[in-house]
């Protein structure tokens, strides 16, 4: 066993990044590492039950002690109802009225947290940082010791990704046809360069170097890992430098284990079995999701579906079965199609495991997987709010019948289990932690 050494690790509060911490974080704590945690305080109490130190941050001030109490689900009732709107609108319509204002909470975020970020450090004197976000943490950066950026993201947003040869980051737009990058990347310098420009100076007034023009994160120069699967990924069009690395995926071996249930474990001869997961929000939407129940209740397949928050509002049809939270890494190899909005974790999870995919992408770098999913032929893009019913049954049955995609899928899924993401990103850590000291 190496010797034992004290990672921390700071992920963004949302699921992707956190499961992806998570994951290898476990590996680090069963090879006899001290692994704390300075996630987001609503993650008390869901980490220490897996061997992890809590030392978590609050990004916002808490509700005053007489605040009422929130039903449960009620945020993102709240917020779904309020951004849902954005998420119909083309990506270049969503930058100054979604991207710039949700950057603007990131960032508020890390300031705010930036004292408390310090004390943490203080007490627990990491041999190695881990960080797993969209915006710099500069207390993480100026500690002292080895800092590991993660980007469980598309990798169009990584450095060294805007060049000409590159789509545009969070634009969805094809790899081929280059006749709306440059506006794209005008109206994202316009509605972003004011807001980037305040953070990279409050960044360097905390002690960090200067930020990538128009990035929000800084790359390390210790190293860098990001999380896409070699197939889809669009190295041979942006070289990066050696301190990347990339994970084919980073698949976490803690979710509880799963069983088909016998509502849908017999099917009918011809029929498929399909995943449905529209991450937090997207399951949040309730009239999305009904129209989503009742466009599949119509086909001859079966379906598990990922409920989410709002799992009350939804009934599901007689070929369905799901629950509120699902354990995806044990469902997934189980069915022969991943319906997503293509968030970045179910993704590359989809891919580890083999299984073609339909995207119906929300926001953020979403728009990017789906594109790239459709553009590779590993699986259909659909417009989420604008599909026509036989589009989207259509493009099952079509995937589904496919087996020569089904086929060079799980060719490709079982090179991708091969190499182990999750390891290769714990020796990597390991090894830079060992070296620093």
């Known amino acids: 066993m190496a010797q034992p050494l004290t990672i921390l690790f700071m992920p963004e509060s949302a699921y992707g990044p956190t499961n992806n911490c998570i994951g290898i974080g476990d590996v680090l704590r069963k090879r006899g590492h001290t692994v704390v945690f300075a996630a987001e305080a609503s993650w008390s109490g869901r980490l220490a ?6 030392d978590l941050v609050d990004l916002a001030p808490p509700p005053p002690p007489d605040a009422p109490a929130q039903d449960a689900g009620q945020f993102w009732k709240d917020f779904i109802r309020d951004t849902a709107p954005e998420f119909r609108k083309p990506t270049i319509e969503q930058l100054a009225t979604f991207m710039q204002p949700t950057w603007q909470a990131l ?14 450090i203080a007490r627990n004197r990491p041999a190695v940082i881990v960080e797993d976000n969209v915006v710099s943490f500069p207390a993480l950066q100026t500690a002292g010791k080895p800092f590991v950026r993660i980007v469980s993201c598309n990798p169009l947003e990584i450095r060294g990704a805007q060049g000409g040869e590159i789509p545009p980051a969070y634009s969805g737009l094809p790899s081929e046809d280059r006749s709306e990058w440059q506006a794209f990347r005008e109206a994202y310098d316009r509605t972003h ?7 990279d100076a409050w960044c360097r007034a905390q002690g960090t170097a200067p930020l990538p023009e128009l990035e929000f994160e800084h790359t390390s120069p210790d190293l860098n890992l990001y999380v896409y699967p070699a197939v889809a990924d669009y190295t041979a069009r942006r070289p990066l430098d050696r301190t990347w690395r990339r994970l084919d995926s980073s698949v976490r071996a803690t979710d509880a284990d799963f069983a088909l249930p016998d509502e849908i474990a017999g099917r009918p001869a011809g029929a498929g079995l399909a995943y449905l997961s529209l991450g937090s929000l997207g399951s949040a939407d309730v009239a999305l999701m009904r129209r989503l129940i009742a466009v599949l209740a119509d086909t001859p397949h079966r379906y598990i579906v990922s409920t989410g928050p709002q799992h009350a509002e939804l009934q599901l049809a007689p070929n369905m079965w799901g629950a509120e939270f699902l354990p995806q890494t044990k469902v997934v190899p189980l069915v022969d199609l991943v319906i997503t909005h293509g968030g970045n974790n179910t993704t590359t999870e989809a891919f580890h495991f083999g299984k073609p995919m339909v995207v119906l992408p929300l926001f953020w770098d979403q728009y990017d997987n789906a594109q790239r999913v459709d ?6 893009r659909l417009p989420t709010y604008a599909f026509a019913d036989d589009d989207l049954r ?3 049955d079509r995937l589904l019948g496919d087996a020569d995609l089904r086929g060079r899928m799980a060719r490709t899924g079982a090179e991708i289990q091969a190499r182990d993401g999750v390891a290769k990103a714990a020796d990597a850590i390991e090894a830079i932690g060992l070296a620093g000291r």
């Open 193 to 199: 360069r004011t807001t980037w420009e305040d953070f």
């Open 107 to 120: 960032i508020d975020g890390a300031t705010f947290c930036e004292p408390q970020l310090r004390e943490i």
């Open 375 to 380: 553009e590779t032929g590993f699986g259909v």
């Open 49 to 54: 039950p897996r061997g992890f130190v809590e």
């Open 394 to 396: 259509g493009a099952i």
